[in-house]
């Protein structure tokens, strides 16, 4: 029995996908639920599993884009593990191919026919004394460097007229066009400025110091940042709740509830997963959910229902080292938090010069719907929660709140 297998929906409203990673090849025989490719949509790279066990035969390549719906390989049911194998054993006992790289410095190649190919096969076999009916000239082998690169002329210097000056083309994948795609039309689209302040984070590196040990003992996560940024986020934003908003045609749409999008970076380039319902949660529910989601993107693992219907995004650069960046809002969002490296700075305490460690933060907006006094009140307030987090974010009960 042959079984179509059709690309699935990875959501309502994705209408294709593309073959990122075959990981079987033609004839291979596979298992119920192995993994047999890698599918990028507009918004994640997905797992496609086998339906069923049987020989594969694959009808879509690699960069393909597909339909969901379509055919994208058949599995012979009715085949066996064992036979297969018999093939595939019979297969490697025929004549092997010999490669033969030709380097592309003498190679002239005028045209593709037959009777270049012959010429070539007939050259080889002479000056290397292989018997030419065992010889197979593989196309891939033959790199024809483009001209117009080997001669370009560099900006300092003289002609290179090195052979080893090449360049490469990749297509780029669905996901990463279109997330430039948003990109570029956040930019466009928004009326986006960016609001910037410092934070003394002494307060918070005194409480991961004393609790720190303890909390990951008890709780088997880590007591990072991001719970602290994340909670003084859903403060401020029940401050100002225009931050919390969208606008949808001619209407602005704001939210009673806090979905915390986090910039996390995947094999497959940045991805924003989201925590849901954030106002809810305490440090150990934001942290837990932080190194979840992480874990999940990190193995691909992430699904699109994970990464949608956002209200805000906090994006941690200074975990690359980016000490100051204008972060890039993610619409229909209409706020972004951008946090930055921790780096100790004298700065002026009462009157004296003391030695902090000290964080830019910064707020990117669309002015269309959050003036500049809500947007510098709203960073106003996560400085604050930030440099008095016993009283403002705890309460002044800092072991009830990590839940110790």
Not at 23 to 31: A, C, I, Q, S, T
Not at 259 to 285: H, Y
Request: net charge negative.
């Amino acid at each position: 029995m042959i079984l179509e297998m059709k690309v699935p929906s990875p959501g309502e409203s994705i209408t294709e996908v593309e073959i990122a990673e075959w990981l079987v090849e033609d004839g291979d025989y596979v298992e119920k639920d192995q993994a047999i490719a890698e599918v990028d949509s507009d918004k994640a790279t997905l797992e496609l599993p086998a339906e069923e066990s049987g020989v594969i035969t694959l009808k879509a390549e690699v960069g393909d884009a597909v339909e969901v719906g379509a055919v994208v390989c058949l599995i012979d049911t009715s085949a066996t593990k064992d036979s297969n194998s018999s093939d595939n054993k019979s297969a490697k006992e025929s004549p092997a191919e010999i490669k033969v790289p030709v380097q592309p410095s003498s190679l002239s190649v005028k045209s593709k026919s037959a009777d270049d190919s012959a010429q070539a096969e007939n050259k080889i076999s002479h000056e290397e004394q292989i018997d030419s009916s065992s010889i197979k000239v593989i196309a891939e082998d033959i790199v024809i460097k483009n001209e117009e690169a080997i001669t370009t002329i560099p900006s300092m210097g003289e002609k290179s007229g090195s052979p080893d000056r090449t360049l490469s083309r990749k297509k780029l994948s669905l996901l990463r066009r279109k997330v430039a795609d948003r990109l570029v039309a956040a930019k466009n689209e928004t009326a986006m400025l960016t609001t910037f302040n410092e934070v003394d984070m002494t307060p918070i590196f005194e409480i991961r110091k004393q609790f720190k040990a303890v909390f990951s003992e008890k709780h088997g996560v880590n007591l990072g940042f991001m719970s602290f940024f994340t909670l003084a986020v859903v403060r401020a934003l029940k401050l100002f709740p225009a931050v919390n908003s969208m606008i949808d045609g001619k209407e602005m749409i704001s939210y009673d509830f806090c979905d915390i999008s986090i910039a996390v970076s995947g094999p497959k380039g940045l991805m924003v997963p989201v925590i849901r319902n954030a106002e809810k949660l305490t440090f150990r529910g934001v942290e837990l959910e932080v190194k979840r989601l992480a874990v999940r993107a990190r193995d691909g693992l992430i699904t699109v229902d994970e990464m949608t219907g956002g209200t805000f995004t906090i994006s941690n650069g200074g975990v690359f080292g980016s000490m100051l960046s204008t972060p890039i809002i993610n619409p229909p969002q209409s706020g972004i938090l951008g946090m930055h490296n921790i780096i100790e700075r004298p700065v002026a305490v009462d009157g004296r010069v003391e030695i902090r460690p000290m964080m830019y933060v910064a707020l990117s907006y669309d002015h269309r719907i959050i003036d500049g006094k809500e947007s510098v009140g709203f960073l106003v307030a996560v400085k604050e929660a930030l440099e008095n987090p016993k009283e403002i974010l705890m309460n002044n009960l800092v072991e009830k709140a990590l839940g110790l």
